[in-house]
C-alpha cells in the first residue's frame, strides 16, 4: 500500500506531506510553492530542476536523463515533475526553479560610505574602477554589496539565500554535520565559497564590470558562519565553553580562499567576540555608530542566532542566545520564509482575526512577522492563555491530527484549497524563540543594574528584525515593555558595517576596539538565564 512521506523543500523552510504517489512538483504546488514547469509537468522543459539532499526518490526517468544528464543525476539532480518520493526526502530547490523569489533584505543602493583607503590607490590608477565587495555572511541569507573604493559609493547590491541550508537551518545542526568528518566541512565549505562567486558575477553584471576589478573584500559573519568559509574546525563551536579558534581579524589571499577577484585580491575578515557573536555583530555595531549612544541602548541583531550588546555607563555587554529558526517560519506547521503569498501581518480588528499578505497574494503559509502577530491578535481577542494555550471557547478552532488549530485562512481564501493553521506547537516554538532572547535581555541589563524601562533606545537590526511589529514583539513579551517611540528598525546594519570596514581602514581599527571593550556573557553558564527563561516562557 502507497504511503504518505514529508517533503523538506530548502532554502523555503517548508515542510509538506505528499500523496500517496504524488510527485515533488504537485506536492509543492500543492500548498503554492510555485516550481517553473511551462510543460505542464511532462519533464520536457527541465524548468523544475530540484535536488535530493537526502531520502529516496522514484528511479530517474528517460526525460531526466535526456535534461539533466548523468552528471547531473549523479550529484542528485531530479525534475520535480518526475521524482516522487519513496521516504521522507529533503529536496533543495535552485532559485531559477521558482517563478517567484523569497524576499531578501539588502539595502544600500546607490549609498555612500566613508573612505579612508586600505589598499594604496595610487598603485591600481591604471586598472580603474578600483572596486571592493562587501558580505554579510549570514545563516540563512548572504547580501552583498559591490563598492567603488574611490567615492565609497555602492554600485550594486544583491542577495540570496545561504546554500548551506540543506545540511542544517541553524548553525548547530551545521556543526554537527562538519563534525561527522573531514568531508562534512568541505561541503559546507565549498557551498558557501560557490555562493560567493556567483554573488560576485551576479553583482559585476549588474554594474556591466567584471570581477577583475574587485581587489578588495570583506566577509562578516558570525563566527561560525566565519569558521564554514575559512576551514576553521567547528567542533569546539559545539560543546561549552564555545570557544572560537581565532577571534583575531584575518587578512588573506581572496585566490586562496577560492574566490574569482581580482588577482592578488585581498580578503579581510572582521574580529570576532566569542564563539556565537561574531563580525557581523561587530560590523553591525559599526553600522548604527555605537560611538554616539551615551544612554543605555539595546542593540538586537535577531536570527537563526541572536546577538544582543548593551550599552550603558560606557560599558558594553554582550551575549547571544540560541533563538532557532521558527522566526523564519521553519518548525511551523504551514511557516514559510518570506515570499509572496506568505501571511506577514496578522490584526484583532472590529472583533475579528484579520490577515494580510506579501504583494496581497492568495496565501500559501505564514512568515515569522505574521506568526508573531498572530500570536499577539490571538492575546488580544482573549483567545489565548499566558501559557500559550487555547482557551476552550475560542472561536475559530478546530480539531486538528493532534491538538486544536486556529484557522487563519480558510479553504476558499487559500491557493492550495487547504486551511492555514496556527496549532499550539507552532506558538510553543516562538515561546521557546522569544524567551531565549528575552532572558538574554534580563541577563545583560542584571550585569549593568538596569530595569527594562530605563532603555532609553532599542536598536533592532537584520532582515526579521526590519518586518516585525514592535507592538505585537511586546504584546508577546519578546522585548521590555517601553514606549514604541524608542525602538528603532535599522535593517541591515550589519551589511552597512561591513561596507565601512570595507572601503575605511579607519573603520576597521575601530571594530577591532570595539571587541576590545565588550564584556561577553556565556548564557549557559549564567545563573540567572535559567530562571528568566522560564519566566519568559509565559505572554
Known amino acids: 500500500m502507497d504511503r504518505e512521506f514529508t517533503i523538506e523543500l530548502q532554502p523555503l523552510g517548508r515542510r ?4 500517496a504517489g ?11 510553492v510555485e516550481l517553473q514547469a511551462v510543460c505542464g509537468g511532462v519533464g520536457t522543459c527541465g524548468q523544475c530542476k530540484v535536488r535530493c539532499v537526502s531520502g529516496n526518490l522514484t528511479e530517474p526517468t528517460l526525460e531526466e536523463f535526456e535534461q539533466l544528464g548523468e552528471a547531473g543525476i549523479r550529484v542528485g539532480s531530479r525534475l520535480a515533475c518526475q521524482a516522487v518520493p519513496l521516504s521522507d526526502v529533503q529536496m533543495e530547490i535552485p532559485a531559477e526553479s521558482l517563478t517567484s523569489l ?47 573604493l574611490e567615492s565609497g559609493r555602492t554600485i550594486a547590491a544583491s542577495g540570496r539565500m545561504n546554500p548551506q541550508i540543506v545540511y542544517g537551518e541553524d548553525v548547530i545542526s551545521r556543526i554537527a554535520f562538519a563534525n561527522k568528518g573531514e568531508d562534512g566541512r568541505r561541503q559546507l565549505r565549498e557551498k558557501v565559497i560557490e555562493a560567493l562567486n556567483a554573488l560576485a558575477t551576479e553583482l559585476c553584471i549588474e554594474a556591466h564590470i567584471s570581477v577583475d576589478h574587485i ?13 564554514f568559509f575559512l576551514g576553521l574546525p567547528v567542533g569546539q563551536l559545539g560543546t561549552a565553553p564555545y ?26 575578515t572582521p574580529p570576532n567576540i566569542a564563539g556565537y557573536v561574531g563580525g557581523d555583530h561587530v560590523a553591525m555595531l559599526l553600522g548604527i555608530d555605537l560611538n554616539r549612544r551615551p544612554q543605555p541602548t539595546l542593540m538586537i541583531d535577531i536570527g537563526t542566532n541572536t546577538e544582543l550588546t548593551l550599552c550603558a555607563d560606557g560599558r558594553l555587554f554582550s551575549c547571544s542566545c540560541a533563538s532557532g529558526p521558527a522566526f523564519e517560519g521553519a518548525h511551523i506547521q504551514q511557516g514559510m520564509r518570506a ?53 476552550k471557547q475560542a472561536s475559530g478552532l478546530h480539531a486538528g491530527k493532534h491538538d486544536n488549530e486556529f484557522v487563519l485562512a480558510g479553504p476558499e481564501q487559500t491557493e492550495s484549497g487547504s486551511s492555514i493553521v496556527l496549532t499550539r506547537q507552532d506558538i510553543s516554538e516562538i515561546q521557546f524563540a522569544k524567551a531565549a532572547i528575552r532572558a538574554g535581555i534580563e541577563v ?29 514583539a511586546v504584546r508577546v513579551g519578546l522585548f521590555p515593555d517601553i514606549p514604541l517611540e524608542r525602538f528603532r528598525q535599522v535593517g541591515n546594519a550589519a551589511g552597512l558595517g561591513a561596507r565601512f570596514v570595507l572601503a575605511s581602514s579607519t573603520a576597521r581599527r575601530e ?9 561577553y556573557v556565556e548564557l549557559t553558564n549564567h545563573p540567572a538565564f535559567h530562571e528568566q527563561f522560564v519566566k519568559a516562557l509565559s505572554f
Do not use: W
Open 444 to 472: 545583560l541589563l542584571k550585569l549593568a543594574n538596569l530595569a527594562g524601562e530605563s532603555l532609553q533606545s532599542i536598536v533592532i537590526a537584520g532582515a526579521f528584525g526590519s518586518y516585525l511589529d514592535m507592538r505585537s
Open 243 to 268: 570557544l572560537p579558534a581565532t577571534v583575531e581579524p584575518l587578512y588573506q589571499s581572496a585566490e586562496g580562499l577560492g574566490l574569482r577577484l581580482a588577482p592578488n585580491a585581498k580578503v579581510y
Open 102 to 148: 523569497q524576499r531578501v533584505q539588502i539595502e544600500g543602493g546607490g549609498q555612500c560610505v566613508p573612505v579612508d583607503p586600505v589598499l594604496p590607490l595610487q598603485e591600481l590608477v591604471s586598472r580603474r574602477p578600483i572596486l571592493g565587495l562587501a558580505i554579510d555572511l549570514g545563516t540563512t541569507k548572504l547580501a552583498g554589496y559591490l563598492v567603488d
Open 339 to 391: 515570499a509572496p503569498g506568505a501571511i506577514e501581518r496578522v490584526r484583532f480588528e472590529a472583533g475579528e482575526i484579520q490577515y494580510y499578505t506579501i504583494d496581497r497574494q492568495p496565501p500559501t503559509g505564514i512568515c515569522g512577522s505574521g506568526i508573531l502577530d498572530a500570536i499577539a491578535a490571538l492575546l488580544d481577542a482573549n483567545l489565548l492563555d499566558e501559557r500559550g494555550n487555547f482557551r
Open 511 to 519: 571594530a577591532e576596539q570595539i571587541v576590545e571593550r565588550i564584556q
Open 215 to 227: 581587489f578588495e573584500a570583506v566577509i562578516a559573519g558570525n563566527t561560525a558562519m566565519h569558521h
Open 16 to 19: 509538506i506531506r505528499a500523496g
Open 22 to 32: 504524488q510527485s515533488v512538483l504537485a506536492t509543492a504546488q500543492s500548498v503554492g
